[in-house]
Nanobody
């Protein structure tokens, strides 16, 4: 079992930036595809980005493409989400999760962190 802990959320003005981190412990981090998802109040959990095991492949939701960048450091067991040009509609709780394949479906991911709140003020 992998334990995931997200950090880096907070309050930021529209147009600003935040960098989220997700630290993993437990089994070998590099065995997993890593994904970021987000959930706003009253909405379903939605895909944000995913990264392959070695970091060579990435996959983004259209609504964050060009603004967000996912990366990982397997030596530090950490995956990151750099978020630039933030918009009010990016406000949500952001979760990281482990998966087996690069997928946009939350059903293809199993271990989840507790989430970190991102609030973008307009």
């Amino acid at each position: 079992q992998v334990q995931l802990v997200e950090s880096g959320g907070g309050l930021v003005q529209a147009g600003g930036s935040l960098r989220l981190s997700c630290a993993a412990s437990g089994r070998t981090f590099s065995n997993y595809v890593m994904g970021w998802f987000r959930q706003a109040p009253g909405l379903e959990r939605g895909f944000v980005a995913a990264i392959g095991r070695a970091g060579g492949f990435t996959y983004y939701a259209d609504y964050v493409k060009g603004r967000f960048t996912i990366s990982r450091d397997n030596a530090k067991n950490t995956v990151y989400l750099q978020m630039n040009s933030l918009k009010s509609e990016d406000t949500a709780v952001y979760y990281c999760a482990t998966g087996r394949d690069l997928s946009s479906s939350h059903q293809d991911y199993n271990n989840w962190g507790q989430g970190t709140q991102v609030t973008v003020s307009s």
